[in-house]
């Protein structure tokens, strides 16, 4: 059983630092460079080509396309969009991250004229992660309490 675990470990590094670490920095600099800073040209680089997008937007594709083409039309809908990270672990090739979002709808939403309203909202996301880019995301987010902060329902 020692050894196992003994192995079992030294697979799961690379010069020094394990790989959930690794795939930890990777998903925080999403947040930081792709979220809050809005820099949809940093996604090809942080996310791999045959990405999987599980959590699914109506309308996009469910690939590293779609995620740029929903992140723009978000953007454009929330311009002060900002992420933050409550907490978040990581395993092998997997994150998890419990995040909270805010913004101002400023711009048009899902079809629906801006309403001037702050959102603030949980979420979570998980991220598996190969080849040192993000290759699935399945995620969570209160879409309910959105439209409910947007007045589009009650």
């Known amino acids: ?3 196992s675990f003994a192995l079992t470990a030294v697979s799961q590094k690379r010069g020094g630092t394990d790989i959930g670490s690794l795939n930890k920095m990777r998903t925080q600099n ?3 460079e792709v979220y809050n800073r809005h820099n949809i040209g940093m996604v090809d680089s942080l996310v791999a080509d045959n990405y ?3 959590q699914t937007t109506k309308g996009f594709a469910h690939n590293r396309k779609g995620l740029k083409a929903a992140l723009k039309e978000f953007f ?3 311009p002060d969009f900002d992420v933050k990270v409550n907490f978040m672990i990581s395993k092998y090739d997997m994150v998890v991250a419990q995040i909270t979002i805010t913004g101002t709808n400023t711009g048009p939403f899902n079809g629906m004229p801006p309403t001037n309203k702050k959102i603030h909202v949980d979420g979570v996301d998980i991220i598996r992660y190969k080849g040192g880019k993000a290759v ?3 995620g969570y987010l209160e879409e309910g309490k959105i439209l409910t902060q947007l007045g589009v329902v009650k």
């Open 1 to 3: 059983a020692c050894l």
């Open 30 to 32: 999403f947040y930081r």
């Open 52 to 54: 999987v997008e599980h």
């Open 76 to 78: 454009k809908a929330f």
């Open 136 to 138: 699935e995301h399945w």
